[in-house]
């Protein structure tokens, strides 16, 4: 039973497409993150989501838009992708007032 | 600018010794510190924690170290195992603040049969 799941795990497009990014988590945990990891390594937050309610958006183009439908889930969906769009995105939960987050497996953006 | 630092990007040592991995960090306002296991392809997973509060806390083989006057962290594995070959971050945050964990750039840990 994998806790946090991410879907695609892998993902080529081209520049200017739209696609999305979904995550689940079976913890119970009622917030979840996305997290970028980019070309330097650099894990950084973008979005917290704490019971569907946005608590963390950090400097991060509109063109990226979470969605939570529910506090077990939180899409990300990238509009007009660009080149500097290609990173891995981990979505990850935790429970509200405990500091240990849970990563998903990441989510490898390739965009050509 | 970055709030922790790991400045060693990669750690080679042979099994059975000792792997310390060291993490510093600026912000004052810090006061919980976790260390990530990352391995290829994979999410970062949970390794170990400590709270500001003390200097020391131990898991099995995984020691972390707190020195909050230098603002200076450690990880020591011990006896280091060749599966303990990952990338290991740092992470700080704030309790009671946004609850945004801040990343070290990760230190590439081989461990050499």
């Known amino acids: 039973d994998t806790a946090v799941s991410q879907t695609p795990k892998y993902l080529v497009t081209q520049m200017g497409n739209d696609k999305s990014i979904k995550c689940e988590q079976n913890?119970?945990?009622?917030?979840m993150y996305w997290y970028k990891q980019d070309s330097k390594k650099f894990l950084k937050i973008m979005f917290s989501y704490n019971n569907k309610e946005l608590i963390i958006n950090e400097t991060v183009p509109n063109r990226f838009s979470p969605k939570s439908p529910d506090k077990a889930h939180l899409n990300l969906h990238i509009n007009s992708l660009e080149l500097g769009d290609s990173a891995v995105y981990f979505c990850?939960?935790?429970?509200?007032?405990?500091?240990?987050?849970?990563f998903g497996e990441g989510s490898w953006l390739t965009v050509v | 600018d970055q709030q922790v630092k790991q400045n060693s990007p990669s750690l080679s040592v042979q099994e059975g010794r000792i792997s310390i991995l060291n993490c510093d960090y600026t912000?004052?306002?810090?006061?919980?510190f976790l260390w990530y296991k990352k391995y290829p392809a994979e999410g970062p997973t949970f390794l170990i924690s400590i709270s500001s509060i003390k200097d020391k806390n131990e898991d099995g083989r995984f020691t972390v170290f707190l020195n909050k006057s230098a603002k200076h962290l450690s990880l020591h594995i011990v006896p280091s195992q060749p599966g303990d070959s990952a990338v290991y971050f740092c992470a700080a945050l704030t309790q009671g603040g946004s609850e945004k964990l801040v990343f070290g750039k990760g230190t590439k840990l081989t461990v050499n049969p």
């Open positions: 912000n004052s306002m810090f006061d919980y």
């Open positions: 913890l119970g945990h009622d917030t």
């Open positions: 990850a939960s935790s429970q509200a007032g405990w500091p240990t987050i849970y």
